[in-house]
T-cell receptor, first 111, second 114 residues
Framework: EDQVTQSPEALRLQEGESSSLNCSYT??????LFWYRQDPGKGPEFLFT???AGEEKEKERLKATLTKKESFLHITAPKPEDSATYLC????????????FGKGTKLSVKP | GAVVSQHPSWVICKSGTSVKIECRSL??????MFWYRQFPKQSLMLMAT?????????EQGVEKDKFLINHASLTLSTLTVTSAHPEDSSFYIC??????????FGQGTRLTVV
């Protein structure tokens, strides 16, 4: 069964304390791995798309990397405004291009 | 990124009434739109997928007669929750995908059925 697993479920950091979020997947025929940020009561906000192992993308304090089995979202020197739930989703190549979502990692950054 | 507008952002309705939620892609043509439901502290659960001009494909366990989806144009899809009941109260989110692989999400609609 195709699965997407995110860890940890929750992460508390001090401002400036860098860390990484993990997304492991077991889908076959990966056609893209997506990272989203979701604030409470809002829809997910698109961050990155990764297509092949070894690919990296950066945006401000965030950097996403991809291997054949997992993706990492690195957060460098986080700020309180980075607090949110980060969702990972995989396009497994279904006929409709459906995404399988992980359960997310809730990040809290304390000043 | 592309903009997807979802309306309303919240709605309260009486049990037994129907509620329509709109999802519009504002700056691109959405060949495919997805409707999700999200319970508190849970991830997004795909309800159905719709392509413009064709019938929606519903996920297992989702009642097609209760959750009516219309994708009449390349920029608009609607979800109608018919004869809503309190157990239908949830956060509903749409997403739209154009010719690229990225899917962009609407702001979500908080539905409360009383």
């Amino acid at each position: 069964e195709d699965q997407v697993t995110q860890s940890p479920e929750a992460l508390r950091l001090q401002e400036g304390e860098s860390s990484s979020l993990n997304c492991s997947y077991t889908v076959s025929g990966l056609r893209g791995l997506f990272w989203y940020r979701q604030d409470p009561g809002k829809g997910p906000e698109f961050l990155f798309t990764l297509y092949s192992a070894g690919e990296e993308k950066e945006k401000e304090r965030l950097k996403a990397t991809l291997t054949k089995k997992e993706s990492f979202l690195h957060i460098t020197a986080p700020k309180p405004e980075d607090s949110a739930t980060y969702l990972c989703a995989v396009n497994y190549g279904g006929s409709q291009g459906n995404l399988i979502f992980g359960k997310g990692t809730k990040l809290s950054v304390k000043p | 990124g592309a903009v997807v507008s979802q309306h309303p952002s919240w709605v309260i309705c009486k049990s037994g009434t129907s509620v329509k939620i709109e999802c519009r892609s504002l700056d691109f043509q959405a060949t495919t739109m997805f409707w999700y439901r999200q319970f508190p502290k849970q991830s997004l659960m795909l309800m159905a997928t719709s392509n413009e001009g064709s019938k929606a494909t519903y996920e297992q366990g989702v009642e097609k007669d209760k959750f009516l989806i219309n994708h009449a144009s390349l920029t608009l899809s609607t979800l109608t929750v018919t004869s809503a009941h309190p157990e239908d109260s949830s956060f509903y989110i749409c997403s739209a995908r154009g010719h690229l692989h990225e899917a962009f999400f609407g702001q979500g609609t908080r539905l409360t059925v009383v």
